[in-house]
């Protein structure tokens, strides 16, 4: 391990874990200033918005069982509170389907396809999905086909050529993929499922959620295709600032999960207190508009910036490339002692020579200091 670890470092790979302090769209680190931060989830300022936070302590104050900090219990057990049934029936209307809860994204995406999926399946995921994904479709004991990162040619060509094979097709993808800030081309993946009557989609909106869509629930929602979707992962997570993600599908899934997803049934379920900061997000989603506005504002004035010209990214995460990794952890490092914190992202986590700092925009960001920060990138 001792050698790994050198070999780790020699490449500029190295990761330690680092505890800070946050104040709003502001970071410190231990022995550091102040810094913007650049490299937070919160896309819609809620995690640190303090006015909401007092609002909810009020109206939870009396609810019994409310402020527990711990379920103590898998859900199949004594962990399901109330709170559990009302936030899956709320998050259900949203979407006009059925809701489930799980304690993260992570336990989603390693959970549902290893349930739903057999060997006489065929899962086609896209080159770039998130970690969870992959690992999921590890788990599970369906043959796996990797295409090329939004390439609906060869997408198109591999139904083609093997669809009529396979009891289920599942596609996987992001609609938001989380490293490039690029969106999968969803319309496109529904006239895909509607020529082939045993094709699935599953589709993580974990980056979308909150951000996009008339009501914040996701690119499926901006297409106007959340009926023509099998399974869409949301999180509580990044924009709704809380813990714990969903997945959207049919009643007759949701019991077939509850009955058979390990990362369901073998973990301890969510403190109630959490699912009941998410319920109250959820009923206020609609009245994020003015975020979602100011977000897409500096989203423009990054896409007008001349280092940004040639980026892919259609979204609020917006890739700065550098490609060699320890240039990279150099570039963050001069931005972080000149104020702004901008994690460098390396392989594993991307693939090798695209290191890249990844700036995640938040609708809280000073729009005086983002152009401040734009003239230190070249």
Not at 163 to 182: C, K, N, P, Q, R
Not at 186 to 207: F, G, S
Not at 310 to 333: C, L, R, Y
């Amino acid at each position: 391990m001792k050698e790994k670890l050198e070999q780790i470092k020699t490449n500029g790979q190295y990761r330690s874990l680092r505890s800070n302090t946050q104040d709003g769209a502001y970071i410190v680190l231990p022995d550091s200033k102040e810094m913007l931060n650049l490299s937070s989830n919160d896309y819609l300022g809620i995690a640190s918005n303090k006015k909401l936070q007092e609002e909810f302590y009020q109206t939870i104050a009396a609810e019994s069982n409310a402020l527990r900090l711990s379920a103590s219990s898998s859900r199949l057990l004594t962990g399901n509170f109330s709170i559990y049934d009302k936030c899956e029936q709320y998050l259900g209307g949203l979407y006009s389907k059925t809701a489930l809860i799980f304690n993260s994204g992570y336990h989603a995406n390693t959970g549902i396809l290893p349930s739903l999926t057999t060997n006489k399946d065929l899962i086609l995921a896209d080159k770039l999905v998130h970690a969870s994904i992959i690992d999921g479709i590890r788990l599970s004991s369906a043959e796996c086909i990797r295409f090329k990162h939004n390439d609906m040619l060869q997408l198109e060509r591999i139904l083609k050529e093997r669809a009529h094979l396979y009891e289920h097709v599942w596609i996987a993808t992001e609609s938001i993929f989380s490293m490039d800030g690029d969106i999968a081309d969803l319309p496109k993946l529904v006239q895909l499922k509607k020529a082939y009557p045993n094709v699935m989609l599953y589709i993580d909106e974990a980056h979308a959620v909150g951000v996009r869509g008339k009501r914040g629930l996701g690119l499926c929602e901006e297409f106007n295709i959340v009926s023509d979707i099998d399974f869409i992962i949301g999180t509580f997570g990044k924009a709704l600032a809380g813990i714990g993600a969903y997945v959207i599908c049919k009643p007759e899934y949701k019991e077939w999960l509850i009955n058979t997803m390990r990362t369901l049934i073998f973990t301890t379920a969510l403190p109630p207190i959490n699912l009941h900061w998410s319920l109250f997000i959820l009923k206020r989603l609609d009245s994020f508009e003015k975020e979602r506005t100011e977000l897409n504002n500096l989203i423009s004035l990054f896409r007008k910036n001349v280092h940004f010209e040639n980026t892919i990214s259609q979204s609020h995460i917006i890739p700065f490339m550098i490609g060699d990794s320890k240039k990279a952890v150099e570039k963050s490092e001069d931005l972080q002692s000149k104020g702004y914190f901008a994690l460098a992202v390396r392989p594993p986590t991307v693939p090798q020579n695209t290191s890249r700092l990844r700036l995640s925009l938040r609708s809280d960001l000073p729009i005086e200091e983002i152009k401040k920060f734009l003239t230190l990138l070249d």
